[in-house]
């Protein structure tokens, strides 16, 4: 059974950082790319980042050079480093895996950037 939690979240002022977490199991996890997403109130779930099996790293251009996502693939978890938060970063970040083209989704963590 596949599963992925997201741990992380919180409220943060403009301008900080924040660092989720993705733990999956049930999978492989060094075989697998691993995606962020995020989905803002009334906003269609967009693709932030993702990071392949052998490391390599992907980001929408909103969060180049403010994101970075890596992997510890001992601990079975992604990482989503996010730094100099803005208002519009706040959403409901979730990751994402797809395996044996099923699609796997976590509960989600709320990010909220706010003064």
């Known amino acids: 059974h596949v599963q992925l939690v997201e741990s992380g979240g919180g409220l943060v002022h403009p301008g900080g950082s924040l660092r989720l977490s993705c733990t999956a199991s049930?999978?492989?996890?060094?075989?697998?790319?691993i995606k962020w997403y995020r989905q803002a109130p009334g906003n269609q779930r967009d693709w932030v980042a993702s990071i392949t099996s052998g490391g390599s790293q992907n980001y929408v251009d909103s969060v180049k050079g403010r994101f970075t996502i890596s992997r510890d693939n001992a601990k079975n978890t992604v990482y989503l480093q996010m730094n100099t938060l803005k208002p519009e970063d706040t959403a409901v970040y979730f990751c994402?895996?797809?395996?044996?083209?099923?699609?796997?989704w976590g509960q989600g963590t709320q990010v909220t950037v706010s003064s």
């Open positions: 049930g999978i492989i996890f060094k075989d697998y790319t």
């Open positions: 994402r895996v797809v395996v044996y083209a099923r699609v796997y």
